[in-house]
């Protein structure tokens, strides 16, 4: 993990911030999503657990006026297990336009959540070890995934940067 991304996250994410966990928690780390959604949603973050189907959860997306959405998801970055990417809606259309194991691909999911919201769409994703049926969590992304619950919640009680509520 990137030892700034706790302040490139802070100087993006301007705004009301909602995250959208996307993802199979019986698939290993492609749980990653709906995890760390559900962790953020209990600690009162913005937060809409998209599950298998997220363009499902675009309704309750739009009906919460965020300015910024920021989907989370075990993608393939061609990097070590448990690596973490953040990129915006244009690296994310060039990175993720067609292959995906979701019905939509993050691309297109990224430019519907942009009309149908007019919020700006982050990605967020974790690279996995294992997308194996009721594998679990990899230690790996387990790591991340405390990490990252870390940096956004230490971003909403310190210093409000973020307006995840």
Excluded: Y
Excluded at 2 to 30: S, T, W, Y
Excluded at 34 to 50: F, K, Y
Excluded at 120 to 132: A, D, N, R, Y
Aim: net charge negative.
């Amino acid at each position: 993990m990137k030892p700034d991304l706790p302040g490139i996250m802070r100087e993006k994410l301007k705004g009301r911030v909602c995250f959208l966990g996307i993802g199979n928690e019986d698939l290993g780390d492609d749980g990653f999503g709906p995890a760390l959604v559900r962790r953020l949603e209990t600690a009162g973050c913005m937060a809409v657990d998209g599950g298998m189907t997220p363009e499902n959860a675009l309704p309750r997306l739009a009906s919460r006026n965020c300015d910024q959405v920021v989907m989370v998801d075990a993608v393939r970055a061609g990097a070590a297990p448990g690596s973490v990417v953040f990129m915006d809606a244009a690296e994310i259309n060039s990175r993720f336009a067609q292959i995906t194991t979701h019905k939509l691909s993050l691309g297109l999911l990224s430019r519907l959540i942009e009309d149908r919201t007019r919020a700006k769409v982050w990605l967020l994703g974790v690279q996995p070890l294992s997308v194996e049926r009721n594998a679990g969590l990899s230690r790996e992304v387990r790591d991340s995934l405390d990490a990252l619950e870390k940096i956004v919640l230490d971003a909403k009680d310190n210093d409000n940067v973020l307006n995840l509520s």
